[in-house]
């Protein structure tokens, strides 16, 4: 469900064979309700998938950690889950899980819906319903909105592919996945997967 403007100029532009770029606000007017989350990449319009079980227990997992490092290092910055960062004029994106510094905590208010800044963390979860192609592309959105480090936890593999500033590697069974962004934060691959 498109709002009208976006609606009208869509069925306009169809004829054209031109096709309707979205923007972040567009995304915020959208109708709705919880059941169906969407995302925008490059203008596009993305409705998520549904997560199954095993996602769902993986990001559990994460999030219970991440939030254990943020009640003993409260100073460092906060973690949300599933909530909508804008990464640029045409894209705004929801990783399973974020990180945002004390400093980026510092410029925002309650009243934000969608996040202006990006966070400096973004975990995303590889589900058996996503694409390669569509987990691919996310990473270089976040890396390019300036992201500093991105988590891909591959569930069947029980692996994390971590991309930092042009350095990708994997972390895999008892290897500690580690991070600057989180002094102090150490924890075996596989504790993610139990």
């Known amino acids: 469900m498109w709002p009208r403007r976006a609606r009208r100029e869509s069925t306009e532009m169809i004829g054209m064979g031109a096709k309707t770029r979205l923007t972040p606000a567009d995304l915020l ?24 079980l ?3 227990l993986v990001k559990s997992n994460i999030l219970r950690r991440l939030f254990v490092y943020e009640d003993r290092h409260p100073e460092t910055g906060r973690v949300f889950s599933e909530l909508l960062f804008q990464l640029g004029p045409g894209t705004a994106r929801m990783p399973d899980a974020a990180f945002a510094g004390a400093a980026k905590m510092a410029m925002l208010s309650h009243a934000h819906v969608m996040i202006p800044l990006v966070p400096d963390l ?13 987990a691919g592309k996310k990473v270089p959105e976040y890396l390019a909105a300036g992201v500093r480090e991105v988590w891909q936890f591959y569930s069947e593999e029980q692996r994390v592919r971590v991309h930092r ?5 994997d972390v895999t069974g008892d290897q500690l996945l580690e991070t600057p962004l989180l002094p102090g934060f ?9």
């Open 165 to 169: 500033s042009g350095r990708l590697y």
């Open 29 to 52: 007017s959208l109708p709705g309700d919880d059941s169906v989350k969407y995302e925008l990449s490059e203008g596009e319009l993305i409705a998520t998938g549904k997560a199954g």
């Open 54 to 56: 095993w996602h769902e």
């Open 122 to 134: 973004a975990v995303e979860v590889i589900s058996e319903s996503e694409t390669a192609a569509g």
């Open 186 to 194: 150490s924890l075996r691959a596989s504790s993610f997967f139990g």
